[in-house]
């Protein structure tokens, strides 16, 4: 199976607040796993990601939580900002190949 | 430096026509994919070439998509007799030889809006 399930689809959150989008992935043999960031009209950046052998990382106010035995990982946005508001997508896959991505959720900031 | 480029940005067709869309990767990256986005929807993994090797089309939905690198740069993907369904938005991604995480980044262009009538 190679799907990823990302959920909620979309959510919002008050300025200042903490962001958390979840993903589960199937293929065990998976060992990347990135999120991207996708303003309208524009292709998907990363923005921060995770190899299985560390529980977590850290880039300023994004965070990735990672569980290897659930399959399952997430993205913290801590004080959330308006120029935050975007579509967030997780993904995963072999290192330096293609890669699954989930279905994507749409984060609205209020200021 | 200049990111990845893609031509057309946007391309109305009537259904039935052939399309071709076209990606200009990052300079020196190997690796190029072809993901597709429908409309409020996650990327699909279409084809991926990284250097010589022969490409992994596991993801083409059909015989009416093909997709060729030239000179291990430039790629342009084709659809033959497109239906309404092909509508989406395609994106090319590239990503750079070498070790540790630089060579699993993808660099993702802008894409091209396809619109089938």
């Known amino acids: 199976q190679q799907q990823v399930k990302q959920s909620p689809q979309s959510l919002i959150v008050q300025k200042g607040g903490i962001s958390i989008i979840n993903c589960a992935y199937e293929n065990t043999a998976f060992d990347y796993f990135p999120w991207y960031q996708q303003f309208p009209g524009k292709g998907p950046a990363l923005l921060i990601a995770i190899r299985p052998d560390v529980s977590e990382k850290k880039e300023g106010r994004f965070t990735i939580s990672f569980n290897k035995s659930a399959k399952q990982f997430s993205l913290h946005i801590m004080d959330s900002q308006p120029g935050d508001s975007a579509t967030y997508f997780c993904?995963?896959?072999?290192?330096?190949?293609?890669?699954?991505f989930g279905g994507g959720t749409r984060v609205l900031v209020k200021p | 430096g200049a990111g990845v480029s893609q031509s057309p940005s946007n391309k109305v067709t009537e259904k039935g026509k052939d399309v071709e869309l076209r990606c200009d990767p990052i300079?020196?990256?190997?690796?190029l994919y072809w993901y597709r986005q429908s409309l409020g929807q996650g990327l699909e993994f279409l084809i991926y070439f990284q250097g010589n090797s022969a490409p992994d089309k596991s993801g083409l939905p059909s015989d009416r998509f093909s997709a060729e690198r030239t000179g291990g740069s430039v790629s342009t993907l084709t659809i033959q007799r497109t239906q309404q369904e092909d509508s989406a938005v395609y994106l090319c991604?590239?990503?750079?030889?070498?070790?540790?995480?630089?060579?699993?980044?993808?660099?993702f262009g802008p894409g091209t809006r396809l619109l089938v009538l």
């Open positions: 300079s020196g990256h190997t690796a």
């Open positions: 993904a995963a896959g072999r290192a330096g190949n293609k890669l699954t």
């Open positions: 991604a590239s990503s750079p030889r070498g070790a540790g995480e630089s060579r699993e980044t993808q660099y």
